[in-house]
């Protein structure tokens, strides 16, 4: 191993600006985990399966694991951490998985919701398979995906002024 | 942390050039999601790594000056599924790349990396050489553009010339390829995501003005052989017959004369025979109906 390489990193996490000095080898999971503290992201697989430390990088989602820390330079990233209020309050999609059961252990819940976050995002009323696409970048091993789909569901019909359309709310 | 030794990052093209000829150990990395798995899984352990994700001019989707499609070697799935151009007139690439593994990896992955990395399954393959695409190679001598076919040397080895400082800056889909022709792909996997194709077919067909006749059907699979390929001799058996249910089902059967796929543990060499005819034939009936002809 030749001497350590760092590079300084100017982005904004979770609407705050930050700088940081990290190490070249270091993935966007070891930075926001290591020198943010923010463990919503998880390590799963580390090789992009499962969706586990996925993150809002300028509204898109990527699995933070394959992804390196020197590219968030200038970036905007959202964390699971970033939805909640300035009192801890939870945000409508967090609240539904809640409502929904659509949490067990809970370990791809943040990955889960990033997710939902992006494709909520759009405002866009999306039928039951294209939403099952949407969300087939993650695994998990509870819950059986019915509860997280239905969660992620009604919030889009709830945004949406639909929930109550007894056609749609199935 | 991933195992390598130095990393260093293009700010633009001519930079990768030169950092390639100052580095030629060193791999390129774009989208990463090839590089950074085999580097996690030891093949490319302790390698140092030239960044290419910042050079934003290799970004994004044009018609140049001669009417190609220019798809810049740095646009992602997701950019190229949602792009205005690509969906008018050549909608079945943009469908294809929205089968790459699932939303994140689409929101990462580049077409650059799924055509340097020299995969026979890579799900934009068979579709470029289906509408011969030409590759736009840059290097310390300028540029050099290639028929996509003969960019593929053999399985995981493509026409990069590393003491040339050479990368990939785009693909172009000439207008001769794209004007007036509809195609359909078709990826065989075992599940709808996350997963890597057993068979890829792509087809496309250009009908005569009454949508009566074959005028110009091409067709290109991905694993069934060790790089993409054509099926030139059931190409040829097609161009100039008429648009019927049975010269389809016999074009179907011919596509076996040229492919040549093994067995792997993913499917059986007469597995993919069999899906490689059966969804020839389907293509090709999707593409007549998107042309406007009936059956
Ligand atoms: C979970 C998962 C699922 C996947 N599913 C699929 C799938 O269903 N279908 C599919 O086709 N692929 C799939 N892939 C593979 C991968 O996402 C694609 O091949 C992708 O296109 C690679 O692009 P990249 O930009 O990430 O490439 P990188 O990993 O950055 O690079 C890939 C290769 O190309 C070279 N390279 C990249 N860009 C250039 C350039 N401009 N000039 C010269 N060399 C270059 C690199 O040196 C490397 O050898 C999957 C990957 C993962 C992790
Ligand atoms: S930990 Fe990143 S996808 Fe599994
Ligand atoms: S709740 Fe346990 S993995 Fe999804």
Redesign the pocket.
């Known amino acids: 191993m030749a001497k350590n390489q760092y590079q300084l990193v100017t982005c904004w996490i979770n609407g705050r600006e930050v700088e940081q000095m990290v190490d070249v080898r270091a993935s966007l999971t070891d930075m926001l985990r290591g020198d943010f503290h923010l463990t919503s992201v998880k390590k799963g697989c580390e090789?992009?399966?499962c969706g586990a430390c996925n993150v809002l990088i300028d509204g898109e989602c990527f699995n933070s694991c394959?992804y390196l820390a020197v590219w968030a330079e200038g970036k905007h990233i959202t964390t699971l951490e970033g939805l909640t209020g300035p009192n801890g309050e939870l945000s409508d999609i967090q609240q539904a998985f809640i409502d929904e059961t659509a949490i067990q252990c809970g370990f791809c819940t943040p990955g889960f919701i990033m997710t939902a976050v992006e494709i909520l995002n759009r405002n866009r009323l999306y039928s039951d398979e294209e939403l099952r696409k949407l969300l087939s970048g993650h695994l998990c091993r509870c819950t059986g995906y019915e509860n997280i789909f239905r969660a992620v569901k009604k919030t889009m019909l709830r945004r949406l002024g639909m929930l109550d359309d007894p056609f749609l709310n199935t | 942390m991933y195992d390598m030794s130095a990393l260093y990052e293009a700010k633009s093209v001519q930079d990768a050039v030169r950092l390639r000829l100052e580095h030629p150990e060193a791999?390129?990395?774009?989208?990463?999601?090839?590089?950074?798995?085999q580097m996690r899984e030891g093949k490319r352990a302790g390698k140092s790594l030239i960044s290419?994700q910042k050079v934003n001019e290799?970004r994004g989707i044009s018609i140049d000056e001669e009417e190609n499609i220019r798809i810049g070697?740095?646009t992602t799935?997701t950019h190229i599924t949602n792009d205005p151009i690509i969906q008018q007139y050549i909608n079945v690439l943009g469908e294809a790349v929205d089968?790459?593994?699932?939303p994140q990896?689409r929101n990462?992955?580049?077409?650059?990396?799924?055509t340097?990395?020299g995969?026979t399954?890579?799900?934009?393959?068979s579709t470029l050489h289906a509408w011969e695409a030409i590759v736009e190679i840059t290097g310390k001598n300028g540029v050099r553009r290639i028929p996509i076919k003969e960019f593929y040397i053999k399985a995981g080895t493509v026409d990069?010339r590393v003491e040339d400082g050479?990368?990939?800056?785009a693909i172009l889909i000439p207008k001769a390829s794209y004007e007036n022709t509809w195609g359909h792909y078709i990826k065989y996997?075992m599940r709808n995501a996350?997963?890597?194709?057993t068979l890829g077919t792509s087809v496309n067909a250009r009908l005569s003005a009454d949508k009566k006749t074959f005028e110009r059907v091409r067709i290109a699979f991905g694993v069934a052989g060790p790089v993409p390929m054509r099926a030139l001799n059931a190409e040829a058996f097609i161009n100039g017959k008429d648009v019927t249910l049975e010269n389809i089902e016999a074009f179907g059967r011919a596509v076996l004369q040229d492919i040549n796929p093994r067995d792997s543990w993913r499917a059986s060499k007469a597995f993919r025979q069999h899906i490689a005819a059966e969804s020839a034939k389907r293509c090709l009936i999707e593409s007549v109906k998107l042309a406007g002809g009936e059956l």
């Open positions: 090789v992009g399966e394959l | 791999q390129i990395i774009a989208g990463g999601t090839d590089v950074l798995v290419i290799m070697s740095l799935f089968m790459v593994g699932g990896i990462a992955g580049t077409i650059g990396g799924n340097c990395n995969v399954s890579a799900d934009s393959a990069l050479e990368i990939q800056t996997a996350m997963d890597i194709a």
